[in-house]
């Protein structure tokens, strides 16, 4: 598809993946995420990062078997897990960062940052500032443009459990309007106490495993991770031969304005941002043949993401497959979007469906086909991925097929 201009006369050229990397409890490249959401492999475990046993549970989905290697300065966990994630998107894409020059942007979301820090201040004092500088959520996007040698724009974005899908937009825009030709866009988040306790405290951690949509759900599991998407413009892709995997046709982005911790009652900001990133697109919901659902296993969102589907989708919104990657993987806060448009873009290639594990009974308020505990083959040309956060920050991404 060629460049075009709108009626304001900017131009709007289209945007594709052309690679993916990731770090996750459940595989630490895509092929082995991919088989364990494919064979129902679970991340979760008895929590080792730190000493559980003051909380009311110990489970939790740590990433096990990751070693960094060849990256220097006391770069913290999360930044480490972006540029791995980073590393794998770039090298799939088979894109040199120093030939692509100032071209070449990153776009990453986090909700904590480089939380090793913030744990380490429940017990001590700030004596060093140029440490807390390094401990910011900015640094993981400085981190992985000094890693890796790209010279083009910086952005972090700390939108909490929506800031893949916000990095992801971001960079969507940016190509759009040609400031850049690609971008690493995605998010990154590592296993803190910090968090973990937080959760604890908001009485939302499950005791055993996540059951998203379930009537027994008992919470979610807190996870970590990194998902880095390497967009690009089309006319570039094509241009240097690049594979192409997916397009991003759209996205969109709502605020419930609501409550701090809890979502609108009546969906209507999850609603809103389905309906803004179908419009976005330039698609309707008839076209949409599959939903990657922000699914945390709590008894509130599931349902209020199940009204929002129904309201965007109407009847067609209980036969629509939907499903929770969560299961298996906990949530990952600022990088689980980013994971889960992975997933998505793993699926329209695969013409498989992942499953929502650990299912049992549906909730009568979840009224919805979560495609329970087996893969679907399915194939699947307009998806959309949801993600919700604290304060009622929405945000969902359209990707279709190439």
């Known amino acids: ?183 690493l866009a995605g998010g990154s988040e590592a296993f803190s106490e910090s968090a973990f306790a937080g959760f604890s405290r908001l009485n939302a951690l499950s005791p055993d495993v996540c059951r998203p949509f379930d009537r027994d759900r008992q919470g979610l599991l807190l996870g970590e991770g990194a998902g880095v998407l390497l967009l690009e413009a089309e006319e570039c892709a094509l241009r240097r031969g690049a594979r192409i995997l997916a397009r991003v046709l759209g996205y969109g982005l709502s605020c419930d304005a609501h409550h701090i911790t809890g979502p609108h009652p009546e969906g209507e900001g999850a609603a809103a941002c389905m309906r803004n990133a179908l419009r976005d697109a330039g698609e309707t919901a008839e076209a949409v043949d599959y939903i990657s659902c922000h699914g945390t296993g709590t008894v509130q969102n599931d349902r209020i993401e199940a009204l929002a589907i129904r309201k965007v989708f109407g009847d067609r919104g209980a036969s629509l497959p939907v499903s929770s990657i969560k299961a298996l993987t906990g949530h990952m806060m600022g990088a689980a979007s980013a994971v889960e448009a992975i997933a998505c873009v793993l699926a329209i290639e695969a013409g498989v469906l992942p499953p929502t594990w650990n299912h049992r009974n549906l909730d009568p308020g979840c009224e919805l086909d979560v495609i329970p505990n087996e893969p679907r083959a399915a194939r699947a040309r307009l998806v959309l991925n949801n993600s919700y956060a604290f304060g009622g920050n929405n945000a969902c991404v359209a990707l279709a097929a190439a």
């Not at 409890?25 to 959401?37: E, R, V």
């Not at 540029?83 to 998107?89: L, S, V, Y």
């Not at 776009?107 to 913030?118: A, K, N, Q, V, Y």
């Not at 890693?147 to 899908?165: F, K, T």
Request: overall charge negative; charged content about 20%; proline content about 5%.
């Open 1 to 183: 598809m060629a460049a075009r201009e709108d009626e304001k006369g900017h131009r709007n050229r289209a945007v594709v993946v052309t690679g993916m990397g990731c770090i996750t409890p459940i595989g630490n490249d895509p092929g082995a995420f991919w088989t364990s959401l494919l064979e129902g492999r679970s991340g979760a475990a008895r929590v080792e990062s730190f000493d559980p046993a003051p909380y009311r549970t110990g489970v939790g989905c740590e990433v096990r078997g990751f070693a960094p290697k060849g990256v220097g300065g006391g770069a913290g966990r999360a930044t480490l897990l972006a540029i791995e994630a980073a590393r794998q998107a770039l090298h799939q894409g088979g894109m040199d960062p120093g030939a692509a020059g100032s071209r070449l942007g990153v776009s990453l979301g986090t909700t904590m940052g480089e939380p090793c820090f913030l744990d380490r201040l429940t017990g001590e004092c700030v004596e060093s500032w140029p440490e807390a500088l390094e401990k910011t959520p900015s640094s993981i996007t400085t981190g992985v443009a000094r890693a890796l040698g790209i010279r083009g724009l910086e952005a972090s974005l700390p939108a909490a459990c929506s800031a893949g899908n916000y990095a992801v937009g971001l960079a969507l825009d940016l190509i759009r309007e040609g400031r850049i030709d690609a971008a």
